[in-house]
């Protein structure tokens, strides 16, 4: 999900109800919803963290009393314990803060996480790098983060960890004695059999995911993928398979394996889009960036996005199609991330390059092919841009969902936008019905689909947006959260 800083955080403080006591909830993952960090004057001070999971969560957390366990991205001499005690009276659930060094964040987090696990999951095997060193890393911060989670377990906790960071910390629950059910979703794509063949440590990672109790995946994709490993790699497991839910029998064990696509409050963005901050900020964009109509790309500095692609596809477009110079402009606003890896300096340089020649060859007085700003937003500028687009270009060469073209959608109250969305975002399984369709590597048919929705008559351009706002709003986040803690399966019998 991509990160904006000072976007939504769960401020409508929706109380989510759920139709059975889910107990104590004890959330397990890589970043707190609250980050410790020196304000202007240099004093430590606790920052809330925006997010999908934080507006899933919070509300839930705050009702039943639960306990959110993650590293609060600071140095160890910061003093988390004593601020986030104090944040925890506010927020009415815990946070408890796991020690992370910064040689451990550079070789657990930015080293086996982002340049290990994040390209292979995305089927980007070139950007993987495969290091012993960083490996053993990961296992030790795991074990920590399974540490603090047996210090915190209650008799009636719901155990849930999340995410790529946290694949093994089921693992080190089970070395630690915990035998309650223990719960694990996984925000990113899973990839093919074929590409987590190339992971030296493969079988770790495989075995320790079989220590959960229950697995969900974005999309049906994804839960294939990894029936498909179980299958290959899991020496004696038997697999039950359904269409929505399937179960592993491995160890005398069941694991069950669900799809749960997570989606955003779709209220907070639709009532956000409404209010008139948001209006002057859509009028103030429009007014400035000087164009009949404008496309938005609004993505996290990564090589998964897409986004020269996308700069190629524009001049693509604009070389095809002669009619939309002066008159359409690409708004692309990337949103810093990871700025001291290598890989990611080259590619800002590489979009720096791109956008400079193509609007070097396409610019007049009066009227700019790409506006390309690298940015963090506020909320009412996000909102803003939304509301001001014409039409939204998201396309990632592998996306576990996009949040982003769901927020759009939500965001175009008035039913006039267009969405052209790539096939390989797993938001495509549920939107592909009201978007335009595209796949990010074939240049000229998302060249095609630009035009297509720059002259797309009106009629047709509310059907569709309301279709997607419909699917966004009935799949919202607070179902993906209900799907997940109430499921009824009823899995095999043994």
Known sequence: ?????????????????????????????????????KDENGQWKVFPSSGGLVTAMAPVMRRNGGTWIGWPGCPKEAPAEDLLREHSRDERFELRPVAVTEDEVA??????????????????LGYCEFDADQWETYCAVNRRFAEMTVESIRDNSHVWVHDYQLLLAGRYL????????????????FPSSDLIRRLPWRDEIMYALLD????????????RNFIQSVRIFIEGARVHAKRNHSFVMHNDRTIELGIYP????FSEFDQGARSHEVAESAWYFRENLRS??????????????????????????MEKYPELRGRLALVQIVVPSRVTVPQYQGLKERLDQLAGRINGRFSTDRWIPIHYMFRHLNRYQLLGYYKASDIALITPL????????????????????????????GAADQLAQGALMV???DVERTADAIFAAFIMDTDEKNRRMKVLRSEVRRNDVHKWLRQFLERETGGPRR
């Open 262 to 265: 997570i989606s955003i409050d």
């Open 439 to 441: 796949n990010p590597y």
């Open 212 to 223: 959960y109790d229950h697995i969900g995946f974005q999309t049906r994709h994804d839960y």
């Open 107 to 124: 070789r657990y987090y930015r080293g086996f996480s982002n340049q290990t696990i994040w390209p292979l999951f995305h089927d980007q």
């Open 1 to 37: 999900m991509t990160e904006l800083r000072g976007t939504f955080s769960g401020a409508n403080n929706m109380e989510v109800e759920l139709d059975r006591d889910t107990g104590h909830i004890l959330v397990v993952s890589n970043r707190l919803p609250a980050a410790v960090d």
């Open 174 to 189: 089970r070395e630690l004695g915990v035998k309650k059910s223990i719960d694990f979703f996984l925000h990113i794509p």
């Open 398 to 425: 592998r996306d576990g969902m996009n949040l982003v073209a769901k927020e759009y959608c939500a965001a175009s109250i008035d039913n006039n936008g267009v969405l052209i969305l790539s096939e390989f975002a």
């Open 292 to 317: 009949e109509k404008l496309v938005l790309g609004l993505d996290r500095l990564d090589y998964t996005k897409g986004i020269p692609e996308r700069f190629l596809a524009f001049e693509r477009a």
